[in-house]
């Protein structure tokens, strides 16, 4: 027993072992050496050890054997012309191996010593398709890491696809990185306009995205610079649409003819509530309510995004839709306060409900976020409160720009709303 316990533990620091190997997770161990030269002098060499590999670089400073001193720093008594060459040899080597490190790349003892004394490293530059699948496989690894939802991670797959094509069609499959310049930048958002029929913003995060991958490219130093370091991504304003407070007492006081265009209305007006949108509406649960001391009870819980947590007072309409859903199957069994139906199923009701409500916005559960923080806008409510609601930081101008609709209607309403000495 004892000797099949030693062989186990023997083959497990073996494997240990062999890991670190493969990584680049060694420190590099430096030890000073002087070499015996005829004329009794010595000559300064660094003898390097990386991965279980050992290499002895010179550094050119020559000096009596009692001349030089490795502490309290390294020196060359009496000569500090020598004691600068030293000390800058010291300080490149460790440059040198902080670039390697910094690069993610892996790297042997003989690159940091061709490094050190200046032999040019050979770096094999991928062409633009193996560099942009290199980009993609290190995004979906950060994706995974920090848990992304499945939003974030459908459009960074469709981000990569559209890359594929534009390159492929502009430089073809055996394009090389340096071939786009920054006029490339100009025919990918035209091509993105029409050929692929992109609205503007959506094109502008795109563009955003290609630039990134070309600074991932720089960091690899496959390329010297990113030749879209000066462009600016263009956003045009667009109307935020919303429902008014009347739309939504309309929407909830409409006789429908079905238990389907019921539920997808009252998850609807949850989610209106709620200032949600889907896929947080989705993943809410019934572990997500708390108490406060003043009995006040809120809905508290980070956002599938961004990780930020929204605190909601629940309002009395809230109440009635948990109340009203608290015996129902499929929300016992998903410990749910509604039934949250899919996005697509939604949205397909909820065209029908329009209809039927002879609401003309037409309705999507887009909506029922900006309804929620535009109204609250509208009546006076505090910015830094809204954000709380939303689940957005403090001070973030996502909030003003995009979930809060500036017609000259809510803006005078929110005026007459505040106080005068506001």
Not at 54 to 69: A, D, H, K, Y
Not at 79 to 91: G, M, V, W
Request: glycine share 4%; with cysteine; hydrophobic share 35%.
């Amino acid at each position: 027993m004892n000797t099949a316990n030693t062989f186990l533990n023997k083959r497990l620091e073996e494997i240990e072992r062999q890991k670190v190997q493969n990584s680049n997770s060694y420190h590099l161990h430096r030890k000073w050496v002087k070499i015996k030269n005829k004329d009794n002098t010595v000559t300064i060499y660094a003898r390097i050890t990386y991965q279980n590999k050992q290499t002895e670089i010179s550094t050119g400073v020559r000096c009596l054997p009692n001349n030089f001193v490795r502490e309290p720093q390294l020196e060359i008594k009496g000569d500090e012309t020598q004691t600068k060459i030293l000390r800058a040899f010291d300080s490149k080597l460790n440059q040198v191996y902080a670039d390697f490190k910094v690069s993610q790349k892996k790297f042997t003892i003989q690159d940091i010593r061709n490094s050190v004394i200046g032999i040019e490293i050979k770096n094999k530059v991928p062409l633009i398709l193996g560099a942009l699948e290199l980009f993609q496989k290190h995004l979906m690894v950060e994706i995974e890491h920090q848990n992304y939802s499945n939003y974030t991670l459908r459009k960074h797959r469709m981000w990569y696809k559209r890359l594929i094509e534009f390159t492929t069609l502009q430089y073809g499959k055996k394009g090389q990185l340096d071939e786009i310049t920054p006029y490339a930048m100009t025919s990918f958002l035209s091509w993105l306009k029409t050929t692929r029929n992109y609205q503007n913003n959506s094109a502008q995060y795109l563009a955003g995205h290609l630039s990134r991958f070309m600074n991932f490219c720089v960091s690899h130093r496959w390329i010297p610079s990113n030749p879209f370091l000066s462009y600016k991504k263009k956003f045009e304003a667009k109307e935020v649409k919303y429902l008014t407070e009347e739309e939504i007492t309309l929407l909830e006081q409409a006789k429908l003819h079905s238990t389907g265009l019921e539920r997808v209305r009252d998850t609807f007006l949850f989610m209106y509530e709620l200032s949600m949108n889907h896929a947080d509406i989705l993943a809410h649960s019934k572990d997500n309510l708390i108490k406060a001391e003043s009995g006040i009870w809120y809905i508290i819980k980070q956002r599938t995004k961004t990780a930020i947590p929204q605190t909601i007072p629940l309002s009395e309409r809230a109440k009635g839709l948990m109340s009203k859903y608290e015996n129902d199957t499929i929300c016992i069994e998903k410990n749910q306060f509604v039934p949250v139906p899919t996005n697509q199923i939604m949205n397909r009701y909820l065209k029908q409900i329009g209809d039927i409500t002879a609401i003309k916005t037409l309705l999507s559960t887009k909506l029922a976020r900006t309804s929620k923080i535009t109204n609250g806008y509208e009546n006076g409510e505090n910015e830094e409160r809204l954000q709380m609601m939303a689940g957005h930081r403090k001070g973030s101008p996502i909030t003003h720009n995009n979930y809060i609709n500036h017609s000259p209607k809510v803006l005078i309403k929110r005026m007459e709303k505040l106080p005068k000495n506001a």
